[in-house]
């Protein structure tokens, strides 16, 4: 089943050159008219199963592995609320290069900075003091108070330890000391694309035991109600500018 099949139409006042009557109509399909999930549906946990979308994997071809229909790409589609294919979903390694390329301009460009975020810096007592990712200038400096002689660990991936001065005794002012450490580590632009690509893989599968009534759904969310436009359940009419007295 096609998505667009199941649109309804709009009766619309032709405007092809080649048209007979000025009245002349043609349909066409009403893509303002959108389906969505029901809530019932949507926050039930045990409707949907969590899916990484592979290399290279396109909403067709995932609708054929999981439901033996191509064409039912548009469940996957709306059950992840996407719109726009292109820029919600993945693009493949080769496309994500080109797109960086035609963005930034040249592989070195790439390798350069795009912004700079914080590492997570703990305290002697394994508390987070500073959170992991968050956008900070280059030139960031966090202080914090810490103990003599005591090592703070950050994440070793990007920083290097952080070195206090002695042990906590409470007896002794001299203990606690002031700690500052420039924490700003570049994230390149090439990091943050593909960063920002990958994102878009984990989506939601809505199991093949809940289709049918999704399909019923969205079929009968599709139909027109009784207006002064209505011509039949799947189609109504478009006003005709070029009457008057309407």
Excluded: C
Excluded at 121 to 139: A, P
Excluded at 154 to 159: F, G, I, Q, V
Excluded at 172 to 201: H, M, W
Excluded at 204 to 233: H, W
């Amino acid at each position: 089943m096609s998505y667009f099949r199941e649109l309804p139409d709009i009766s619309a006042v032709s405007l092809l050159p080649g048209r007979q009557r000025s009245d002349e109509r043609v349909l066409i399909k009403n893509i303002y008219k959108r389906a969505k999930l029901r809530t019932d549906i949507d926050y039930a946990i045990t409707a949907f199963d969590i899916k990484m979308i592979k290399e290279g994997e396109r909403p067709d071809t995932m609708a054929a592995e999981l439901y033996d229909d191509p064409e039912l790409d548009w469940v996957i589609m709306t059950t992840n609320n996407i719109t726009n294919l292109r820029n919600q979903w993945p693009l493949s390694n080769n496309d994500l290069h080109s797109y960086m390329l035609d963005k930034y301009g040249s592989e070195a460009a790439l390798l350069e900075p795009h912004h700079y975020e914080t590492p997570e810096i703990r305290d002697q007592f394994n508390r987070t003091v500073l959170k992991k990712g968050l956008i900070v200038d280059e030139d960031f400096t966090f202080t914090y108070v810490g103990l003599n002689n005591k090592t703070i660990t950050t994440d070793k991936t990007n920083y290097d330890s952080i070195q206090a001065s002695s042990e906590f005794t409470q007896a002794y002012k001299d203990s606690f000391i002031l700690l500052n450490r420039k924490a700003a580590g570049p994230v390149s632009n090439f990091k943050y694309e593909t960063k920002r690509n990958d994102a878009k893989r984990l989506i939601r599968i809505l199991r093949p035991e809940f289709l049918g009534g999704f399909v019923a759904d969205m079929r009968n969310i599709m139909k027109y109600e009784t207006s002064s436009q209505y011509i039949n359940r799947t189609t109504k009419a478009a006003y005709n500018p070029r009457e008057t007295g309407v």
